[in-house]
């Protein structure tokens, strides 16, 4: 894919949404919210918030997924989720999944009580180290590692610090404008 670089494809932090550790799920979700309200023209909405430390490094990042896995402690007791959850789940597995650990029997209208005592220190992971891409990576390389990692977004580097986020909806755009360009 020619010589198009992550860095010209990524938004910077400074366009992305970035909430404290110390904030409460709710209080994340309503920032999202905002973001979205003033999204750059052209660009898709934020689906997910950077999650920072006091010194407003990125320690992790939330995405609308793991929001509701966040109103569901029990995910939790289910061995790594990530690693079953490509392999195409039977209807069956995921009913027995849902009634052997007891999930969502609690009423959704807890979820307000839920969201405003759960703080992000506690839900967000570190980034795993197929999340991060150097900056000055040709896009056809982050493709592949979107692919391979089945990520939605990749934490742009540069020197080993968080710079910016590409994510799955800009690369999309990007290769479906290419497609319709060519002459075929």
């Known amino acids: 894919m020619d010589k198009m670089r992550v860095k010209d494809l990524?938004?910077?932090?400074?366009?992305?949404?970035?909430?404290s550790e110390n904030e409460t799920l709710a209080n994340a979700v309503a920032e999202l919210e905002a973001a979205q309200s003033k999204v750059v023209p052209g660009r898709h909405p934020h689906r997910a918030v950077l999650v920072c430390d006091a010194d407003g490094?990125?320690?992790?990042?939330?995405s609308q997924l793991d929001?509701?896995?966040a109103l569901e402690p029990k995910y939790s007791e289910i061995s790594d989720l990530k690693k079953v959850s490509g392999?195409?789940?039977?209807?069956?597995?995921?009913?027995?999944?849902?009634?052997?650990?007891?999930?969502?029997?609690?009423?959704?209208?807890?979820?307000c009580r839920k969201a405003a005592t759960v703080k992000l220190s506690s839900i967000?992971?570190?980034p795993l180290e197929g999340e991060f891409i150097d900056q000055e990576a040709t896009l056809d390389k982050a493709v592949h590692q979107m692919i391979m990692?089945?990520?939605?977004?990749?934490?742009?580097?540069?020197?080993?610090?968080i710079v910016g986020?590409?994510?799955?909806?800009?690369?999309?755009?990007?290769?479906?404008?290419r497609v319709k360009a060519c002459k075929i």
């Open 124 to 126: 967000v992971a570190a």
């Open 165 to 177: 986020i590409l994510r799955l909806t800009d690369v999309f755009k990007e290769i479906g404008n």
């Open 67 to 69: 929001f509701l896995r």
């Open 57 to 62: 490094n990125v320690i992790g990042k939330l």
């Open 10 to 19: 990524m938004l910077p932090l400074d366009q992305y949404i970035c909430v």
């Open 87 to 111: 392999f195409g789940l039977s209807a069956e597995f995921m009913k027995s999944t849902m009634d052997e650990y007891d999930l969502w029997k609690t009423p959704l209208e807890d979820l």
């Open 149 to 161: 990692g089945h990520h939605q977004s990749l934490l742009a580097t540069s020197k080993d610090r």
